[in-house]
């Protein structure tokens, strides 16, 4: 069975992937068909190009609107389209999945209820061509893993039913800081919008690991080419590929502990006042420190101060110091070069019966696996649910299912 490696190049978007999969050799029928099955057939047109980007040649997906309803669609009505299609009940999972992280996103950046979200672009009837067909050919394909590389998001303007917008798009933005997932900056001076709410959000979705594996190689891709003219070839490639670097496998050949070299600094401090060393530690922890300790002491001349010490990064020692004389009173830093040993550990997205939540896994040196739920989740879902969160991480225990990680071990 192959792997599946999408190549954003530079970006992503919703119709640039369907070109894709099709130039990959997905049959347009399958592509069609879970749009039929939820009675869409006779809103849209698909056809599929061939076209070139800077000389490169490539599929482009062509949606033509012969909707000429005026209702504007909200995550409400989607939502019991999906819910009451008559999909196999894995297509119906994740097209439902990709759209919930639209409307979530769409309702934090304008401050409703992601039911009462209208979708303009996002319920357009080409997004949703581009959407349901994207995950019936990742479902047709049915690779073992799915790979993407960090896309770029562009910059400038774009304009939208919500009117002239910056790029990134603010639902773009959210569905990263949603995700966690890392991006790349732009290309230089270059103004566009290289990634779409439509194209993150199947990547954040559909892709289980956000960077593509060391060793592969190639059995066949397609591309798929965008619309937008750049200087450099706009478009998005889709490989099938036989992995190498198998992370199922290697889970267990991870050397767990590991060992590394870590810088520790502190002072002790009698000549501020509580308020000010409050703040001084939050900005030595949002600037990346490993952690912050600080205790009350006594101090020469029975003064109470402050004893504070930070674990960081050994290559930011020398940024650290800065901070210490210019953010607080010490006329001194003690400094020291250590080693420790850490469980390998990452971030990522588990599926659970309150719906996806944010954990992190750590690999114990016999190879096993523990699962841990981030404790900004608990107390959300305990503010919500009304439960002890002995309740809901008992829940998130007996129910978590598919794990899909944010970033490799470390």
């Not at 954003?8 to 978007?13: L, Y």
């Not at 490989?239 to 992370?247: H, N």
């Amino acid at each position: 069975m192959d792997d599946v490696l999408i190549e954003c190049s530079p970006g992503i978007s919703g119709d640039m992937l369907l070109g894709a999969f099709y130039d990959l050799g997905v049959p347009k029928k399958v592509i069609e068909q879970p749009l039929i099955d939820l009675g869409l057939k006779d809103l849209y047109q698909l056809d599929f190009q061939e076209s070139k980007s800077c000389s490169i040649r490539g599929i482009k997906a062509k949606v033509e609107n012969i909707d000429s309803s005026p209702i504007k669609r909200t995550w409400r009505g989607i939502k019991e389209l999906i819910l009451n299609g008559h999909l196999e009940d894995k297509l119906k999972k994740i097209i439902y999945e990709v759209f919930e992280s639209l409307a979530i996103a769409e309702g934090k950046v304008h401050g409703i209820k992601s039911d009462d979200v209208h979708f303009h672009e996002i319920g357009a009837i080409d997004s949703l061509v581009d959407i349901i067909g994207v995950c019936a050919a990742l479902n047709y394909l049915n690779p073992r893993r799915v790979y993407c590389n960090e896309p770029m998001l562009g910059k400038g303007f774009v304009h939208t039913e919500h009117g002239k917008l910056s790029v990134p798009p603010p639902a773009v933005i959210e569905l990263i800081r949603q995700k966690s997932i890392k991006v790349l900056s732009s290309r230089g001076s270059i103004e566009g919008e290289l990634s779409t709410p439509t194209g993150i959000a199947l990547l954040v979705n559909l892709v289980e690991y956000l960077e593509p594996p060391l060793k592969f190689s190639i059995n066949s891709y397609g591309v798929g080419i965008g619309s937008l003219k750049f200087p450099f070839p706009n478009l998005v490639r889709v490989y099938k590929i036989t992995s190498f670097d198998d992370p199922s496998n290697n889970d267990n050949e991870q050397i767990s502990p590991k060992c590394e070299e870590i810088s520790i600094q502190e002072a002790w401090i009698d000549d501020q006042t509580p308020e000010d060393i409050s703040n001084f530690v939050e900005k030595l922890r949002t600037e990346g420190a490993y952690d912050v300790s600080y205790q009350a002491i006594n101090m020469k001349k029975n003064r109470i101060g402050f004893s504070i010490q930070v674990i960081l990064p050994i290559e930011k020692k020398e940024f650290f110091r800065r901070l210490w004389f210019d953010y607080s009173n010490t006329i001194g830093v003690r400094e020291r070069n250590q080693s420790r040993w850490i469980l390998l550990r990452r971030r990522g997205e588990c599926s659970t019966t309150f719906g996806n939540i944010k954990v992190k896994q750590t690999l114990k040196p016999d190879g096993s696996i523990i699962m841990k739920p981030e404790n900004d989740e608990v107390l959300r879902l305990q503010l919500k649910h009304k439960i002890s969160t002995y309740e809901i991480r008992k829940i998130i225990r007996e129910s978590s299912k598919k794990f899909k990680a944010f970033e490799n071990w470390k």
